[in-house]
């Protein structure tokens, strides 16, 4: 990896070779033309030319940058570009040294075509072609994050964002903050949404902070969640059915104790059954949850599978149900991170739980996804 920045010439000539590279990876564009652009008042740095096969042109307008933001990239998206020549076909097209999944979702959703010095790449040209690959390294330091989003307290301002009876608020720092206690700062909440406002998850407002992209914050979160924090042990109880439903309601009523992972789901949107009963209960509560549903600790053979959170965010607004009638589950958002990451047929159910639930209810909120 270079850790030395290159000047804004060595850039555009670094980005202009690797584009030249990737458009002669195509046999039939053998008179592409990749050239650098002078002059301020074009309005792009690159302009490659491909030919159509009805005798027409299509240009690819380059627009480099040393580095962006996600929340920077709206000042681009509306942009038009007016290439010499009357093009039949123009795509803007955004080089950088490196391209995060972020900027690369958000070239997508603006019709944007996009490629890095590592070679990773989609450019797509309508009726011609469309090229596309991602994953390799940066050969170029990237930016460092402003936030650690696998954290404890950055899940905490995550899971108050996402939850759909939050949607539509408009959150000053101090309310988030007060949504996250105990143990986050106002400073640490700080650091999360300026990360959040950077790669354009929220937006922000002389009245506060908004979510303006529940999905994709979701799997951001959803891709970093580190599930193996929570401890699991695995135990026997021969109480079964209803009875261990009423059990589990009369301890849990006060306590840190909620159906977690698939046995939340089977609550709020059936469609993966397996036989064990998924629970988080707080460290504190465990000798008495042993105790109240007569559960053993057992290597195998187990039917409740117990995690122990290493935070209790885990049970930030939880699920009642109705009222008197079980213990509650973790909330839809905490329930569908779980999910993910529980084996088995866990994507599946989470991917249940989004359709069923979380989208519809995003969006009877007023939510845009």
Not at 117 to 138: E, I, S
Not at 201 to 207: A, C
Request: net charge positive.
């Amino acid at each position: 990896m270079n850790k030395r920045p290159l000047s804004p010439v060595q850039l555009e000539q670094a980005l202009a070779a690797r584009l030249r590279e990737l458009l002669g990876q195509v046999e039939w564009l053998r008179e592409a033309r990749v050239e650098l652009v002078s002059g301020p008042d074009s309005g792009f740095d690159l302009l490659a030319t491909l030919p159509l096969a009805n005798g027409s042109k299509a240009a690819l307008c380059v627009e480099c940058k040393s580095e962006l933001r996600p929340s920077l990239f709206r000042q681009l998206a509306d942009r038009k570009f007016s290439p010499t020549g009357n093009p039949k076909v123009v795509v803007p097209v955004l080089a950088l040294p490196w391209v995060s999944p972020r900027i690369a979702e958000l070239c997508a959703e603006h019709g944007w075509s996009w490629f890095d010095l590592a070679g990773n790449h989609r450019l797509d040209v309508p009726g011609l072609l469309r090229l596309q690959r991602a994953g390799k390294a940066p050969v170029h330091k990237s930016p460092k994050p402003t936030a650690n989003l696998s954290t404890p307290e950055a899940g905490r301002v995550i899971r108050a964002l996402l939850l759909p009876d939050n949607a539509g608020m408009r959150w000053t720092q101090r309310e988030m903050q007060n949504h996250c206690r105990p143990n986050v700062s106002l400073g640490l909440v700080n650091k999360v949404v300026r990360h959040l406002r950077d790669e354009a998850f929220i937006e922000e407002s002389d009245d506060g902070f908004h979510l303006r992209d529940p999905l994709k914050l979701l799997f951001a979160w959803r891709d970093v969640y580190r599930f193996d924090r929570h401890e699991r042990r695995g135990y026997f109880t021969l109480l079964q059915g209803k009875k261990l439903r009423d059990a589990l309601y009369r301890f849990g009523y006060t306590r840190l104790v909620t159906y977690a992972s698939f046995s939340a789901a089977e609550f709020q949107a059936p469609h993966v059954r397996q036989p064990k009963t998924w629970l988080y209960v707080g460290q504190q509560e465990l000798s008495q949850f042993e105790e109240m549903v007569e559960a053993k600790p057992v290597d195998s053979g187990e039917n409740l599978v117990v995690l122990i959170p290493d935070d209790e965010g885990v049970f930030y607004m939880a699920d009642g149900g109705p009222a008197g009638e079980r213990l509650a589950c973790t909330n839809l958002v905490q329930t569908y991170v779980d999910l993910w990451h529980s084996g088995g047929r866990g994507q599946e159910a989470a991917e249940a739980l989004l359709e069923q639930r979380l989208k519809p209810e995003w969006k009877a909120r007023g939510m845009k996804l």
